[in-house]
């Protein structure tokens, strides 16, 4: 499974035969059935994640019990609390798989010792801490948008996300009800 792992790197790296086989003694790949959690928040985050196959999400409980999602995961995505998993400390958020997932995942201290060992790879991560930042931006002024028309815009930007991920789930990234959510669909449809 560290195939799709390494085929995403050599989208933006250069891989030896070396570094290829390098690679992949770092990375433990583990099958996530749908609705299973592999980080809760208040627990300890040990690894960040590729997703290999699959869907992941990335939630808290506010301050009434609702859950937020604030990220999901699709294929040759990461995922992490990158805080908690930087300090190793505990995690502010819960990932979950939302359907049969497949991912890989590393500790922290054998990413250290990767990096180590696989200096090009500091680039790679830094290319996808980049995309990640921006992503986030745009999600600050996209989330300012009217709802009907950021709701649209998503559906544009990213329809994988609007034929993979529930519902309920999708209404609570962009912020809405799931009431609302099937009324903007049943809207949008002729």
């Given at each position: 499974m560290t195939g799709a792992l390494l085929d995403h790197i050599k989208i933006y790296c250069n891989l030896n035969a070396e570094a290829t086989a390098g690679i992949n003694k770092w990375f433990t790949a583990s099958v996530v059935k749908k609705r299973?959690?592999?980080v809760k928040e208040g627990e300890a985050c040990h690894h960040i994640y590729f997703v290999a196959k699959g869907c992941l999400r990335m939630?808290?409980?506010?301050?009434k019990g609702?859950?937020?999602?604030i990220q999901f995961a699709l294929e040759n995505w990461w995922m992490t609390d990158i805080d908690a998993f930087n300090k190793k400390g505990t995690s502010s958020f819960s990932i979950q798989a939302i359907e049969?997932?497949?991912?890989?995942?590393?500790?922290?201290?054998?990413?250290?010792?990767?990096?180590?060992?696989?200096?090009?790879?500091?680039?790679?991560?830094?290319?996808?801490y980049e995309r990640a930042y921006a992503a986030s931006l745009f999600k600050m002024r996209f989330f300012r948008l009217p709802k009907d028309?950021?709701?649209?815009?998503?559906?544009?930007?990213?329809?994988?996300?609007?034929?993979?991920?529930p519902q309920k789930l999708l209404a609570s990234f962009l912020g809405f009800t799931p009431e609302y959510l099937?009324?903007?669909?049943?809207?949008?449809?002729?």
């Open positions: 299973t959690f592999i939630f808290y409980l506010d301050d609702t859950e937020q999602t049969d997932t497949v991912v890989l995942g590393i500790t922290k201290n054998d990413w250290d010792l990767l990096l180590q060992e696989q200096p090009g790879l500091e680039k790679y991560f830094r290319i996808i028309e950021m709701y649209r815009h998503f559906c544009t930007k990213y329809p994988q996300f609007i034929q993979r991920i099937s009324e903007l669909r049943k809207r949008k449809q002729p």
